[in-house]
């Protein structure tokens, strides 16, 4: 990559870092792309060149986030050790709730902003070729083309972690909007709930 090219993705990383702080605070509609200009260090003229407006911008901060929280997670999954690898990935949820909170209320809010405009963010192209991936590269990874006892299992395996994770994210995405609500940091008691929450779906992945 040429140095012009280093410059205008960094310009660029920049300006959706100072969205998502903008819009997270005053909210997508509440918030003007001038302050998003400035809080990036750039000029409007910057922004505009590299966004043609908000709803491109916010679109592609949400996208972004989505492989931020998620990743590649299923692609890190050990079936040697189940039980240790699903927990991995439930602990990074609960880092993210404590470190990163932002990304798990940005989701809803971008959620709330694209259905006030009669819009599902699951139709968007980026969306659907994220998820595509992420399935090809997962049966890739599983090696899941054989039926066999042995992929029976994986499958089950699978298919518990995809809700569990599911389940971990909206409950701390609940958490995360109570706490704005209350204008509260994240309590002691919370965290403790939080790491709570996160046993009962081990035994419930377990199928305790």
Known sequence: MKLREKQLQL?????KE????????????????VLVA?????????????FKDKEQLATEVYVDNLKRMFGRLLLEFDFQSPRASIEAILNRYL???EHH????????????????MGKNPAELPAFKELINEETHLSMSAFSLDLQTEETGQKL???ERTRMVTHLYFIYLQKSVLISRQNQDATKAEEIEQNIRYKEFLLNLWEGQ
């Open 95 to 97: 880092y993210l709730r």
């Open 156 to 158: 089950v395996w699978i």
């Open 38 to 50: 400035a809080r990036s260090g750039t000029s409007r003229r910057t922004l505009y060149h590299h």
């Open 11 to 15: 310009t660029r990383e920049m300006i």
């Open 18 to 33: 100072a969205a998502l702080e903008t819009f997270c605070e005053k909210g997508i509609e509440g918030s003007d792309l």
């Open 101 to 116: 909170p932002d990304l798990l209320y940005y989701d809803s809010l971008f959620n709330v902003y694209f259905a006030s």
